[in-house]
């Protein structure tokens, strides 16, 4: 039995959501896009060959090593820099750009399959690219027509990458806090100041420029997070230092092979994006895509997991089934006989599933709020809003568990380098992290997008809950989903109207709220999965996508109620421990 990963890309499974369950034909047909079937599976084939044979190779040796720091200059791992340049040659950070810049102009989705291909072969490595389009579409949306002239070309080509700076040394989450200053200049510039920290793909060797899009204060803005404008920071202007110097780079749990740097903005010159003390709207329009990016790094990795425990479960022999000797001529059986180990296994494939659908949805939402008219798109903002920190916060805390359950089914052999698996769960912990914590995206699910709209959004998808139970009438999932839909909506609205009497209610119950929306949101999709599949009994590969669902809605679903019942309980046990009383004597 041979130990080490090895990654091979899931195209049925995608392509079975992509066709089967998502009707992506459909879709591009109602947002007008001319991107076929034939055209997405070859962008699927050959972004697997490279995502294989180029980047997956680099997965190990780039953890090992790290990145390097030395008088402010980041080197990447070997071989990450050839990669990067095969990457831009092959027009793959493209793919989704504006043509009028270069882009190829192909809707979001298909960038966000070649995201997920990428990032399943090496994480690190696709990060120093998945950035930029952050920083993109921010410039696209807010820029000037001479900023987006100057700055999208090189950005859409991928000759110059992206990062986003809004982290300070004082204030995490807190951007309100922040300290950075912006100067005007004569010439319309500005003079930006102050140092950011935790800055991903901040500094590295792959690409000829930078461009830093920075959060910072004018000098007479109001205080708090009223006050804050963004800013493109080039590294390098006209060829030359632009004075952003990278002060160190993160020893870090994970994601070795991506440099988090330390930035110093010493009287760099910036240019401002939209309105002055109008940087949070701008910076929402990046984080809300990276958001859904950092979902999908949750489903790239427990792909990877998945891939591993499940062939080392049908290759590692070690006891016999309780109910007798499955594999009489060997001295043992596979572990894959015993109740638990399918038990991890089955909890890996409906989260690794059941995430991945979630993420192409949100995608298909962001292509009509992009490019859809009228009502579409409306709705479609709205959903996507309600959908954003789902599938941040939940996809993420199941892909930590799922490769914790990789590793676990591997045993000793687990927690060794050698077979691959522990860099997973090392790699996973930062998307629980980043971009905004499970606990950020929890009040943000049910404070703004619930509770401050009085669940509109909620409704609306509660409704397509509804529906799919009307489809399946008569099913086994059917009057669980009506259960879900009806208690659902009771919870959002109840836990509002809690928190008219104590505003400790919303942080209290959110991430219990959130889980549980996840939880449902899951159902909902391994449901519709389930009906799909069930069209095609002789089929293995179907039956599999039938039996998980069942597997979904036994042992995994009844985990919301607990969530909910939490939720439900109130903010006295958190709130009436004082000071003093947690105290260790």
Known sequence: MGLGMDYQTPLRDMRFLINDVLDFD????????????????????????????????????????????????????????????????????????????????????????????????????????????????????????????????????????????????????????????????????????????????????????????????????????????????????????????????EDKMGIHGNATCMLHFEDSSGYLVGDANDGMRCMFTMMNEARILVGTQGVCLMELGYQASLQYATERLQMRAASGPKSPDQPADPIIVHPDVRRMLLTQKAFLEGGRVMTYFAAQLSDTAHRGSGDDRASAERLLDLMTPIVKGFVTETAFEAVNHALQIHGGHGFIRETGVEQLVRDARITLIYEGTTQIQALDLLGRKVVMNQGKALMSFIEMIRAEADLQSGGPFASTLRELADQWGELGLGLGGKAMGDVDEIGAASVDFLMYSGYATMAYFWARIARVASAHEDDAFMRGKVKTAQFFFDRILPRANAHRQAALSGADSLMDVSANEFGHH
């Open 26 to 249: 459909g879709h591009y047909q109602a947002i007008e896009s001319d991107a076929s079937r034939d055209l997405v599976d070859t962008v699927l084939e050959q972004c697997a060959r490279f995502a294989e044979n180029e980047l997956f190779p680099l997965r190990a040796s780039g953890d090992k090593t790290g990145c390097s720091w030395n008088d402010g200059a980041v080197m990447t791992p070997a071989g990450f820099a050839e990669a990067y340049a095969m990457y831009v040659q092959g027009g793959w950070p493209s793919i989704a750009g504006n043509p009028a810049f270069g882009g190829q102009g192909l809707p979001r989705s298909i960038s966000l399959w070649v995201e997920e291909i990428m990032a399943s072969a090496n994480m690190a490595w696709t990060m120093y690219g998945s950035l930029s389009r952050a920083a993109i579409n921010a410039i696209d949306s807010h820029g000037s027509d001479d900023l987006k002239a100057t700055f999208l070309p090189n950005l859409i080509s991928g000759e110059w990458t992206g990062t986003m700076c809004l982290t300070e040394p004082h204030c995490g989450s807190d951007v309100g806090l922040l300290n950075t200053r912006a100067e005007p200049h004569a010439d319309g510039s500005y003079r930006i100041s102050g140092t950011k920290i935790f800055i991903s793909s901040g500094d590295h060797d792959l690409a000829d420029n930078i461009v830093h899009l920075v959060l910072a204060r004018l000098p007479d803005s109001p205080a708090g997070t009223k006050g804050i404008s963004l800013f493109v920071v080039p590294k390098l202007l006209d060829g030359e230092s632009n004075s952003v110097v990278c002060g160190a780079i």
